[in-house]
């Protein structure tokens, strides 16, 4: 895990890729939970008999629980020290760019795209990239913003 010493460092790394997360598998089961939590049921992520004879042949993971694994990867790729107040700020852009089959190992990889001082604090743009192995195009790609205070 790289430690990122307070905005300063965070702004010399703009353009810089700081790294990748832990492979992590979705099954069926963490599929099923993330429904139960969000009340979103759809046929394409838990119904797996309806699902295999379906376009993807499997059940889909949630395109936001995929998103949902963004501080779980963050959280194993870096931390931000020096600074007294880190809030999830929001989201510029989000893509999901194609399904996550049930079983997918995913991973997220994360880059510092820019900084933006302001009057409330420092917003930092991350982009993370979210990953199918084996796959060529990614599950998931998201600017997330960070708002640092020193």
Same mark, same amino acid.
């Given at each position: 895990m790289r430690t &990122? !010493?307070?905005?300063?460092?965070?702004?010399?790394?703009?353009?810089?890729?700081l790294g990748s997360s832990e492979w992590t598998?979705?099954?069926?089961?963490?599929? !099923?939970?993330?429904?139960?939590?969000?009340d979103d049921h759809q046929w394409i992520h838990i119904d797996e008999q309806r699902a295999?004879?379906?376009?993807?042949?499997?059940?889909?993971?949630?395109?936001?629980?995929? &998103?949902? &694994?963004?501080p779980k990867f963050s959280a194993e790729i870096f931390t931000i020290e020096g600074v007294s107040i880190r809030v999830n700020y929001g989201l510029n852009k989000v893509r999901f760019a194609q399904p996550v089959?049930?079983?997918?190992?995913?991973?997220?990889?994360?880059?510092?795209?820019?900084?933006i001082p302001g009057d409330k604090g420092t917003q930092?743009?991350?982009?993370?990239?979210?990953?199918?192995?084996?796959e060529e195009r990614?599950?998931?790609?998201?600017?997330?913003?960070?708002?640092l205070v020193e």
């Open positions: &990122l !010493n307070g905005i300063d460092e965070i702004t010399s790394l703009v353009g810089t890729e598998t979705i099954d069926q089961d963490a599929i !099923n939970t993330f429904a139960d939590v969000t295999a004879e379906g376009p993807y042949g499997s059940t889909i993971v949630h395109g936001f629980f995929t &998103l949902s &694994l963004i089959p049930v079983g997918s190992r995913l991973r997220g990889t994360v880059s510092v795209n820019e900084v930092v743009i991350l982009k993370h990239v979210i990953e199918i192995e084996g990614p599950a998931c790609i998201a600017e997330v913003v960070t708002l």
